[in-house]
């Protein structure tokens, strides 16, 4: 960082006392505090969010800093916060919580006291004096959850058995609402399925499994990419189970030899629904029933949870800021691909500039995109929906998945002619995306032109910090699984998963690894001479890309995750 553009940066009293405390250095302080600054972030939450200090830490310093008390917030009931006194857009805007009101001075939690802006906004809307009372970041972030979740009339945690009858189906369609009630005298029923969509939410599971066989019938929940069994219903019961699922996704009840696909809208409080994609396929023993979970809130992370290293992400943030381009996503199903589309689209998603979607279907809504739903039944394709975007002056496009040559070449075209082109690929790596590419047919010039950066991942889960203990591998073994000699003698410390109440087998939740690949003037050369993946690939180490493995052995010099895991996603 230049010493010029550092004296525009004027950290606060706070982030000077964590480097004189030595928890900082004053280079990261200060590169903290910018990135903060870009990214319109308090500071306090942009170093907990990057894993840079812990919220304990910070907010000890914080306190000796400004001679405040410090108060646990786990201490309080948050059930009767004064919420209603302040916006809930502040209180999220801002990450300040409201705790108690004493005349007309309300005493407001934040994690950083020096944020003079949230506190006078507040002041300015309330009309009511300000008192901060300083608390830790992370158990602000929970609080201020669970204080929004209390505003809604209902909360997932509020399900009783007797009310998950009365769950309503959100639909915009009158008819079909009626439809989908129709089977509402069957009430245990109603009530077994709401659970079970209910549980699979709290659970944060990504799908669910209805199955019927010969002797049984289990239902299991797809948690951190692992199918778990969660219920085993009486096999008597399967047929109307399955039917209870197809009246509310609006299926034909009657039609039990084809695949049908239907929808359903699950509205759990006032500011919350549900999508589920529902699928429906014969099978020996009845019909299985699949449904994956649509949940925008949880799928619109920042870019800092996605699990980059400092390099892919720079490298991927400097791509999306391109003014026209093609920047390709691969990876299986269920990788994570979507969610780091998205992630792009709301950086990207401003006023002043025009994105539109294309997908199959969509599965994360956001305002002020234009989002189309692939229909081919109406001749409604990607390469279709590709050639109306262009003629409605768009800035940004998104498309669900390049399939055929015919969406490859449009969507080439818009890359060349001034438009930011976002898209996904089947392929096992980035250099495999742009033999696949050729292989479709889209001529190599086309390819080196157009293509800015391939970025293959894959999810992988993480350990859970409470219950991860350390594990001991001998010199060979770490060399085989592909650390260096230099990792090795710097003290590598490697975990593994035990298992505790606070997790599933010693894992909670996911993160992704990545390989971040600029497509080079070299890499372009080789495209343009018609290289093969391997010699892609090769080109791509030379240039300090790391493959997927590499990235994923990152991780698990971090501690984020185990062996195993990387093994499981990587190894082939």
């Known amino acids: 960082m230049s010493t010029e553009h550092a004296s525009t940066i004027k950290p606060s009293g706070l982030a000077w006392r964590l480097v004189r405390d030595q928890l900082i250095s004053e280079q990261q302080m200060l590169a903290t505090y910018e990135e903060a600054a870009q990214q319109n972030k308090g500071f306090v939450r942009h170093l907990v969010e990057q894993r840079l200090l812990d919220s304990r830490r910070i907010a000890i310093a914080a306190s000796h800093e400004f001679g405040v008390p410090l108060l646990d917030l786990t201490a309080l009931d948050l059930s009767n916060l004064p919420t209603t006194l302040v916006d809930e857009r502040l209180i999220s805007k801002h990450r300040a919580l409201p ?3 004493r005349g007309n001075r309300l005493f407001v939690a934040v994690s950083d006291p020096t944020n003079d802006k949230a506190l006078e906004e507040i002041r300015f809307n309330t009309g009511l004096a300000i008192d901060a009372i300083l608390v830790e970041e992370d158990k602000l972030n929970a609080a201020i959850k669970t204080a929004i979740e209390a505003q809604d009339t209902t909360t997932i945690g509020d399900f009783m058995d007797a009310e998950l009858e009365k769950l309503e189906i959100a639909t915009d369609d009158e008819d ?56 085993n219903p009486p096999l008597n019961l399967a047929s109307r189970l399955t039917a209870r699922l197809k009246v509310m996704s609006r299926m034909n009840i009657a039609e039990r030899r084809i695949p049908q696909d239907g929808r359903i809208k699950l509205k759990l409080s006032r500011t919350r629904d549900i999508d589920f994609r529902v699928n429906t396929l014969p099978t020996l023993y009845g019909e299985k029933v699949v449904l994956r ?40 199903t269920g990788s994570g691909k979507t969610v780091s589309l998205y992630t792009a689209l709301n950086i990207l998603n401003e006023p002043e500039v025009n994105i539109s979607t294309v997908e199959d279907p969509v599965e994360i809504q956001v305002a002020g995109i234009n989002q189309v739903n692939l229909n081919n039944k109406t001749g409604l394709t ?3 929906a590709l050639r109306a975007f262009l003629r409605q002056d768009p800035d940004i496009l998104m498309v669900g998945e390049i399939r055929d040559l015919e969406t490859a070449e449009i969507a080439v075209k818009a ?70 000699d230099e990792e090795i003698d710097e003290g590598l410390e490697i975990y593994g998963p035990v ?73 082939e």
């Open 176 to 231: 079909a609402a009626e439809d989908a009630d129709a089977n509402i005298d069957d009430a245990p029923i109603v009530r077994y399925v709401n659970k079970i969509l209910v549980d699979a939410i709290t659970a944060g599971a990504s799908d669910i499994h209805f199955e019927p066989f010969e002797k049984f019938f289990r239902v299991r929940f797809r948690q951190d990419g692992l199918l778990r069994e969660v219920a």
């Open 99 to 101: 705790l108690m009101r």
């Open 415 to 484: 890359a060349q002619t001034g438009h930011l082109v976002l898209s996904t690929l089947h392929t096992n790596d980035a250099p495999q995306s742009l033999t696949r590419l050729a292989n479709m047919g889209v001529a190599p010039f086309n390819i080196a032109s157009s293509v800015l950066l391939i970025m293959a991942q894959r999810l992988t889960r993480r350990l859970c910090v409470h219950c991860r203990v350390q594990v001991n591998l001998p010199r060979e073994a770490l060399r085989e699984e592909g650390f260096t």
């Open 499 to 571: 298992g505790c109440e606070h997790c599933t087998k010693g894992y909670r939740g996911r993160v992704g690894i990545f390989q971040v690949m600029q497509v080079s003037e070299e890499i372009s050369r080789l495209i343009l001479e018609g290289g093969n993946a391997m010699q892609l690939a090769e080109q791509a180490e030379r240039e300090g890309v790391s493959d997927l493995r590499r990235s994923g052995l990152r991780k698990v010099k971090a501690g984020v995750t185990s062996l195993e895991e990387i093994n499981r996603v990587t190894k």
């Open 293 to 332: 979970i649509l949940d925008s809130s949880s799928a619109q992370v920042g870019i800092e949870a996605l699990g980059f290293e400092p390099e892919q992400r720079e490298a991927f943030l400097s791509a999306i800021k391109k003014p026209y381009g093609m920047i390709l996503v691969t990876g299986p």
């Open 382 to 384: 990607f390469a279709a």
